[in-house]
């Protein structure tokens, strides 16, 4: 693997004030999303982001970064991709998230690729078919990461991901564009040495690539900080400033 398992550190978290400024909706009639909007003229035209979150799902944290990316131009498209079956923020520290994964929490509902690709797949086309959405770049965080490097070949252009987890060798060797990482420096899921195999993988990819490590945080840093904390607000700001910038420049 390119990097880890989830694990428990990837439930744990602070939640940010502020208040959403966009809507749920509904994509292929099934499927909630949440879709954040430019301000007029802020837009850049054609060019959109598809967000797949950490296991939390579409939760406060993660509206209010669709709503950043919306407001440097991107209209962003936050999907629930677990079936609306997230894990609540800050589990007990036994709480089975393999467990989780395999079946869901009614043991009926499983977050496994077989399931989530075809949501993902599903996201792609409402972005291009319902809100003309030509050039997409992608966001993962945590579980999400995955996703992004995956579906490249379903119509992804750029993609960013933070701390991710999950990733297989193999599809990181088979990403068609470019690709940007933001690390942190005390990570289980994504340490020193898959970051650095990592890096090995992209480099022969001959796709633009980019990682950023941030020291002082620990995985979900750019999710689920401490704001309170200044290191962990300086990298959580720094990790977006990293994205958006990755975008202007690959994807406008």
């Known amino acids: 693997m390119a990097s880890n398992p989830p694990a428990v550190c990837c439930t744990i978290g602070v939640r940010h004030d502020g208040e959403p400024a966009g809507k749920m909706v509904k994509v292929a009639n099934k499927h909630d999303a949440y879709l954040a909007t430019p301000p007029a003229g802020k837009e850049h035209k054609g060019a959109g982001i598809l967000f797949i979150p950490d296991v939390i799902g579409i939760w406060q944290n993660s509206k209010l970064l669709a709503d950043q990316f919306a407001a440097n131009g991107y209209l962003t498209l936050l999907l629930d991709v677990f079936n609306g079956d997230p894990v609540p923020l800050n589990r007990p520290a036994d709480f089975n998230i393999m467990a989780w994964l395999a079946n869901g929490s009614d043991g009926k509902t499983p977050h496994t690729k077989e399931v989530v690709d075809p949501i993902v797949v599903e996201g792609i086309k409402t972005l291009k078919e319902e809100y003309g959405i030509s050039k997409i770049g992608a966001v993962g965080y945590c579980f999400g990461a995955k996703y992004v490097v995956r579906h490249y070949k379903d119509g992804i252009n750029v993609g960013y991901v933070a701390h991710p987890s999950f990733v297989e060798e193999d599809e990181l ?80």
Do not use: M
Request: glycine share 4%.
């Open 173 to 252: 060797a088979a990403i068609t564009g470019p690709f940007a990482i933001s690390a942190a420096e005390t990570d289980s899921i994504f340490p020193a040495e898959k970051r650095h195999k990592s890096e090995e993988i992209l480099q022969k990819t001959g796709q633009p690539y980019q990682i950023n490590l941030f020291s002082g945080v620990e995985h979900g840093f750019a999710v689920r900080c401490d704001p309170s904390v200044k290191v962990q607000r300086f990298a959580k700001e720094q990790a977006f400033l990293q994205a958006v910038s990755w975008f202007n420049e690959y994807l406008v």
